[in-house]
Structure formats: structure tokens, C-alpha cells
């Protein structure tokens, strides 16, 4: 079974820019997470999705939002970029909502300028 | 906000020495879960302990579990060079209301020296 794959693995960006972040999960999988790692703040929770729907949510700005398709593929979006958003942005997935394990994709770095 | 602390932030040990890692966190858990990642890449789960378990082990790890200090550790037994790596802690919400949020620690970066 093919993991979780993240597109694009690297981007580079200025600032007020937005951007677009995809994660496809596990097949079969129906929750998708989202993270962002920093060296300073380390690893932190931006949102979940099931079933199209936002079921949690970590506290970030409004800047940051997401959405799921029917077919469990995730996007997140960053609005009017500022240089701490850049980070390591890391998409996990589950089979279930509220499943333990999580399985995460290789990230996608993000560069702000 | 941080939930867990890992403990060292770094640790460099030479090949086939055993390794131990320290979590503690802040509120009550339903369990607690150790993550590996390679050079700032994805996380991969190594093991889960659930909080009504006090020690669990999976090939050379070995996670114990201390609810009443709020504490984890890790042990590597027989480190490899492959086992150089950032190790996370990550405390799942004693109340996940159907959602589920994993709160992660800063990590501790284990270096194996050949």
C-alpha cells in the first residue's frame, strides 16, 4: 500500500503570498491531520479532517485553512504568508477519526522570503 | 502549546550502547506515543502506551509509563547507526470528544556513532 504523499516536497515563497498544500492519505484512510514543525515551536496541530469535515482545529489564524474531498485528499492554505510560516508542514492519516496511530507523509517545506 | 518535554534535547552514544529517553507532560492522557523522524523528515510511530499500561516493548524499544509523575521513557537497546534520529513523545487528550490531536514534545536528537 503506498503511504502518504505530499505535494510539492518543497516550496519557496514570499511574503503575502498564499500558498496551497496537498496531502493525499493511505488508501482507504478518511482522516487526514495536518502539522506544522518549526525549530522553535516543534511540532504542532493545525486541523482535522473526516468526511469533508473539519472536526478539530490547533491555534493557528484564520490565515490557515484546509478542506478534504470526497475522495479523502486533503488541501491546506496559507493566506498573506509571513516569514514564521515557514516550516515543515507535515499531513498524517487514519483509517478512522480518532484513530491512535497516525501515519505521516514525507512533509512539504515551505520557504518564506 | 507544548504537552510533553523530552529529555535530553540531544544524546550521542556509540554503536550497541542501549539509549534512554524522558517525556513528561502536563494533563491527564488516554495514551502516549513515541515517533521517530529522519532529518527533518516524516514521523514514523514506533510505539503506543496506552495509560493503564506501565511498560511495553516492540523489538529493541522498550516504553515504560508513569501516570503518577507524568512521565515516559524510551530505552534503544543495541544501537545502530541507523537509530540516529529525532525521537518525539506525543500525548493523545484524555477526552478526545470523537477527535482525536496529538500534542507533541520538542524531541531529543540521538546520535549513534559507528
Known amino acids: 500500500k503506498a503511504g502518504v504523499t505530499q505535494t510539492p516536497r518543497y516550496l519557496i515563497k514570499t511574503r503575502g503570498q498564499q500558498v496551497t498544500l496537498s496531502c493525499s492519505p493511505i488508501?482507504?484512510?478518511?482522516?487526514v491531520s495536518w502539522y506544522q514543525q518549526t525549530p522553535g515551536q516543534g511540532l504542532q496541530f493545525l486541523f482535522e479532517?473526516?468526511?469533508?469535515?473539519?472536526?478539530n482545529k490547533g491555534n493557528f489564524p484564520g490565515r490557515f485553512s484546509g478542506r478534504q474531498f470526497s475522495n479523502s485528499r486533503s488541501e491546506m492554505n496559507v493566506s498573506t504568508l509571513e516569514l514564521g510560516d515557514s516550516a515543515l508542514y507535515l499531513c498524517?492519516?487514519?483509517?478512522?477519526?480518532?484513530?491512535?496511530?497516525?501515519?505521516f507523509g514525507p512533509g512539504t517545506r515551505l520557504l518564506v522570503l | 502549546s507544548q504537552q510533553g518535554e523530552e529529555d535530553p534535547q540531544a544524546l550521542s552514544i556509540q554503536e550497541g550502547e542501549n539509549a534512554t529517553m524522558n517525556c513528561s507532560y502536563k494533563?491527564?492522557?488516554?495514551?502516549l506515543q513515541w515517533y521517530r523522524q529522519n532529518s527533518g523528515r516524516g514521523l514514523v510511530h514506533l510505539i503506543l502506551?496506552?495509560?493503564?499500561?506501565r511498560e511495553k516493548h516492540s523489538g529493541r524499544l522498550r516504553v515504560t509509563l508513569d501516570t503518577s509523575k507524568k512521565s515516559s521513557s524510551l530505552l534503544i537497546t543495541a544501537s545502530r547507526a541507523a537509530d540516529t534520529a529525532s525521537y518525539f513523545c506525543?500525548?493523545?487528550?484524555?477526552?478526545?470528544?470523537?477527535?482525536?490531536?496529538?500534542?507533541f514534545g520538542k524531541g531529543t536528537k540521538l546520535s549513534v556513532i559507528p
Open positions: 502506551i496506552r495509560s493503564n499500561e
Open positions: 479532517y473526516f468526511s469533508e469535515t473539519q472536526r
Open positions: 494533563t491527564s492522557i488516554n495514551n
Open positions: 506525543a500525548t493523545a487528550p484524555l477526552s478526545g470528544a470523537g477527535s482525536y490531536q496529538l500534542t
Open positions: 498524517a492519516s487514519s483509517l478512522l477519526a480518532g484513530e491512535e496511530t497516525q501515519y
Open positions: 488508501s482507504g484512510h478518511r482522516s
